[in-house]
């Protein structure tokens, strides 16, 4: 091979190893920290506060994503150990799009996402950073994202009002379906409810939150009816849901308002089971769920103190075993979200200090159970 030659092709390289650099920056970031059982990663990317957040695999290495709406990207962030992570953040083709939710579709490699100030949803494949963008035919903007298991693509519009499904036909194409959440009551139309968290039972149960009008409600999609439940007590005034979390027929939901966690229970006379969580105007806005043997875990964020919790019950009875809250560390902590890889370890998306943060097992000292609330 000649100089000339060996000189181009050297060009071509470096050429395409500066495009790679200015599609995703990768980057180390500060030095993480370690507060007894839960260890912060600060984000480098600016305005990279995140907002909700998914986990590819638990590791090692962890494989974390979120959302950062302000700096108008996805980011990745890969945990060895606390001194060995990196971060790397994609930039979304749109300007000023707002990413908002995401969810990890394993059988494809792809991160899916919604984009909160355009009318779009999207997918980063994973092996590439390629980021693919679809036009939603109603105009409405999406908010929450969640996959069934016959791959469907779920997402809300509050604004709109809707419930929408998206089939891929291509890697570029595909189809919208939009369900209409408005509802009829004395002959007036109900078009405030609002729709906004959502979360897959099974492929014919699709549950959402209506805050709108303080309500659940369970999409049948072979039936293509919503089933709507008031957040009530017996005999009481419904109150607003912030989240839920499908499990079986029996979704759980969180309450923020009462600062409590609930169970739908159809076959009984209150229709809901209540938890109430310790600390008085939490902002609970997060729920997830897991199932270690015998006994079910709550985790939830409480973004007005600063602190995550795990609420754990007997599966049998529901009774409940303990409530451990763990205080993030830094002043200015609000966590938004929290999700748990197959390991056990949890993932929170602390907004406020602009942090991931993960909490593991032993999660606490069992010296500070019961948790006492402090002033």
Same mark, same amino acid.
């Given at each position: 091979?000649?100089?000339?030659?060996?000189?181009?092709?050297?060009?071509?390289i470096l050429l395409c190893m500066s495009?790679?650099?200015?599609?995703?920056?990768?980057?180390?970031?500060?030095?993480?920290?370690?507060?007894?059982?839960?260890?912060?990663? &600060?984000?480098?990317?600016?305005?990279?506060?995140?907002?909700?957040?998914?986990?590819?695999?638990?590791?090692?290495?962890?494989?974390?994503?979120?959302?950062? &709406?302000?700096?108008?990207?996805?980011?990745?962030?890969?945990?060895?150990?606390?001194?060995?992570?990196?971060?790397?953040?994609?930039?979304?083709?749109?300007?000023?799009?707002?990413?908002? /939710?995401?969810?990890?579709?394993?059988?494809?490699?792809?991160?899916?996402?919604?984009?909160?100030?355009? &009318?779009?949803?999207?997918?980063?494949?994973?092996?590439?950073?390629?980021?693919?963008?679809?036009?939603?035919?109603?105009?409405?903007?999406?908010?929450?994202?969640?996959?069934s298991p016959n791959g469907l693509i779920?997402?809300?519009?509050?604004?709109?009002?809707?419930?929408?499904?998206?089939?891929?036909?291509?890697?570029?194409?595909?189809?919208?379906?939009?369900? /209409?959440?408005?509802?009829? *009551?004395?002959?007036?139309?109900?078009?405030?409810?609002?729709?906004?968290?959502?979360?897959?039972?099974?492929? /014919?149960?699709?549950? %959402?939150?209506?805050?709108?009008?303080?309500?659940?409600?369970?999409?049948?999609?072979?039936?293509?009816?919503?089933?709507?439940?008031?957040?009530?007590?017996?005999?009481?005034?419904?109150?607003?849901?912030?989240?839920?979390?499908?499990? !079986?027929?029996?979704?759980? %939901?969180?309450?923020?308002?009462?600062?409590? %966690?609930?169970?739908?229970?159809?076959?009984?006379?209150?229709?809901?089971?209540?938890?109430?969580?310790?600390?008085?105007?939490?902002?609970?806005?997060?729920?997830?769920?897991?199932?270690?043997?015998?006994?079910?875990?709550?985790?939830?964020?409480? &973004?007005?103190?600063?602190?995550?919790?795990?609420?754990?019950?007997?599966?049998?009875?529901?009774?409940? *075993?303990?409530?451990?809250?763990?205080?993030?560390?830094?002043?200015?902590?609000?966590?938004?979200?929290?999700?748990?890889?197959?390991?056990?370890?949890?993932?929170?998306?602390?907004? !406020?200090?602009?942090?991931?943060?993960?909490?593991?097992?032993?999660?606490?000292?069992?010296?500070?159970?019961?948790?006492?609330?402090?002033?």
């Amino acid at each position: 091979m000649n100089t000339t030659r060996r000189l181009f092709i050297a060009a071509i390289i470096l050429l395409c190893m500066s495009i790679t650099t200015w599609i995703l920056a990768e980057e180390n970031g500060s030095p993480s920290e370690t507060f007894g059982f839960v260890t912060e990663f &600060p984000i480098p990317t600016i305005n990279g506060a995140p907002q909700n957040i998914a986990v590819e695999s638990a590791g090692p290495p962890a494989r974390i994503w979120f959302t950062m &709406p302000e700096a108008n990207a996805i980011g990745r962030l890969v945990v060895t150990d606390a001194s060995n992570f990196t971060f790397t953040s994609y930039t979304l083709t749109t300007p000023n799009s707002q990413p908002y /939710d995401l969810l990890y579709d394993a059988a494809n490699g792809r991160i899916w996402f919604t984009e909160r100030a355009r &009318p779009y949803i999207g997918y980063l494949t994973i092996a590439n950073g390629n980021i693919v963008e679809f036009e939603i035919d109603n105009s409405g903007l999406p908010h929450s994202i969640a996959q069934s298991p016959n791959g469907l693509i779920w997402f809300t519009q509050p604004e709109a009002n809707s419930l929408v499904s998206f089939s891929l036909t291509t890697p570029t194409t595909g189809t919208f379906t939009d369900y /209409d959440f408005t509802y009829i *009551v004395q002959g007036i139309p109900v078009t405030n409810s609002a729709p906004t968290k959502i979360s897959i039972a099974n492929n /014919d149960s699709v549950w %959402i939150t209506a805050p709108g009008t303080n309500h659940i409600a369970e999409f049948k999609t072979a039936t293509q009816q919503f089933v709507r439940i008031p957040v009530a007590d017996f005999g009481s005034n419904p109150v607003p849901p912030s989240d839920v979390f499908a499990q !079986g027929n029996a979704p759980w %939901i969180a309450n923020p308002t009462q600062n409590r %966690i609930g169970r739908f229970l159809p076959e009984t006379l209150a229709f809901f089971r209540w938890f109430e969580l310790p600390a008085a105007d939490t902002g609970i806005n997060s729920l997830f769920i897991t199932q270690p043997t015998g006994f079910i875990r709550l985790w939830y964020t409480e &973004p007005n103190n600063g602190r995550v919790g795990q609420m754990t019950l007997e599966s049998a009875d529901l009774d409940l *075993v303990s409530n451990v809250l763990h205080g993030l560390p830094s002043p200015n902590s609000q966590p938004v979200d929290i999700v748990v890889d197959s390991s056990g370890t949890a993932w929170i998306a602390d907004q !406020g200090a602009q942090t991931i943060v993960s909490w593991s097992e032993p999660y606490n000292m069992q010296g500070y159970l019961p948790v006492v609330q402090k002033p």
